[in-house]
């Protein structure tokens, strides 16, 4: 079942070529995110089609981007940790994400409602890139390897020497997953899954 959503999945994203794509082929959200790319349209930001998504950039650097999620749509900006939350409306997609940050909506009308204050928003994402703002990141070094993935990278030379031959952002994705079970057996069972991974150079979600 799961081959087939993902073969499903695959054949849906080769259809899509563009953002008018994306949109027509929208199976939720289709109005939501019309009212969305109007407002990013009304702006300085350029419209690109880039993972599979819209994606808004200034001057070659990407400020937003739109999501279709299952029980919701999104606008996401790439630096919203450095956008000034006045209204308190921005979340982090996720506990480990650093800049990102993104709003979500579920009808057009809440989006025409906030039209202003996302206006109001785009507008200071660009400001952001336009005075080259950029948020200091924790770095990969910062963070505290599991001490059941340490044992492994002590006892396994060839494990440590691909891990540090991961990008950082590869080292940082696999640590915050070995690092977010309680027990001490899951966190061993995610890393003894994904050492043949990462002896491949390949990344959390890299097939």
């Not at 981007?65 to 029980?71: Q, T, V």
């Not at 057009?108 to 928003?121: D, F, N, P, T």
């Not at 890139?129 to 948020?135: D, W």
Request: hydrophobic share 40%; glycine share 6%.
């Amino acid at each position: 079942m799961a081959e087939i959503d993902k073969a499903e999945r695959t054949a849906s994203r080769t259809a899509i070529h563009n953002v008018d794509d994306f949109v027509a082929n929208a199976k939720r959200w289709r109005g939501e995110l019309d009212k969305l790319r109007a407002i990013l349209l009304d702006s300085e930001l350029i419209e690109e089609f880039k993972w599979y998504q819209p994606c808004y950039t200034f001057q070659g650097k990407n400020v937003a981007i739109l999501h279709g999620l299952k029980e919701s749509c999104a606008l996401g900006f790439f630096k919203g940790a450095l956008i000034k939350d006045v209204h308190g409306v921005l979340t982090a997609p996720g506990p480990n994400t650093q800049a990102g940050r993104w709003i979500k909506f579920t009808s057009v009308r809440e989006i025409a409602e906030m039209k202003s204050v996302l206006k109001a928003y785009v507008r200071e994402a660009i400001e952001v890139e336009k005075k080259g703002l950029k948020l200091k990141m924790r770095k990969t070094s910062d963070l505290k390897i599991p001490e059941e993935f340490q044992f492994m990278l002590d006892e396994f030379p060839e494990l440590n020497s691909a891990f540090d031959r991961l990008t950082p952002g590869r080292q940082r994705a696999y640590i915050f997953h070995f690092s977010a079970p309680k027990q001490s057996k899951t966190r061993e069972s995610r890393i003894q899954k994904y050492m043949p991974h990462i002896l491949r150079g390949k990344g959390l979600l890299d097939e």
